[in-house]
């Protein structure tokens, strides 16, 4: 492994895959009832042992609402969203992927490469999530969008270009894929100068 073979857009793409994960989990979907309870539950302050009792339960009875209308990722069931799902997953495992084999020495030809297809899952997934936040799953009119959608469009759209960026990199042959830095022509110059002089 050589982490010196990596372009930038290699770094970009693979840290944004990683927060993706983490984005995955957050909170994309809740209601207004949701919203509701939440506020509730941020407004309850209960003091002391005693006076205190009913406000603790009004705040936990509205984070148990709450929990209960707010979906992530992971948690939506309806048909898209499974798709969604595995187009999300295979954008991370390309986007670290890419990363992982261009520091192995890996090579591929262009334009079929690990960097082109995470940029190609980043799309086609990022239409998904586009087309979910405009269409938000359920029947339910007062659905509302949370954090986690906005957030995983923003990162697939960073993993889409920076594998494009890779991309290009490899198409003008400036990345240096499968050398390690002894076999780097900078290192080679001596020998070969010596060569010429013999």
Known sequence: MNYSRLVRADVIAALAAFALLFVMAMDWYSTEAG??????????????ALGGEVEREVQESASIAAEGEE???WQTSGGIDRVLLAGLLATVALGIGAAYLRAAGKTFEPPVT?????ALAAVATGLLVAYRIIQEPGLDDGTVVKA???????LLGAIA???RA??????????GVGRSPDESGAEQKPATAGADRG
Request: hydrophobic letters at 45%; aromatic letters at 0%; zero cysteines.
């Open 166 to 175: 890779a991309v290009r990199a490899e198409e003008a042959g400036t990345v």
């Open 71 to 73: 979906r992530n990722a």
């Open 114 to 118: 690990p960097s082109a297809l995470a």
């Open 161 to 163: 270009l920076a594998g």
């Open 35 to 48: 919203d509701e309870a939440r506020r509730i539950e941020s407004i309850s302050e209960p003091q002391g």
């Open 148 to 154: 986690g959608a906005p957030l995983a469009l923003v």
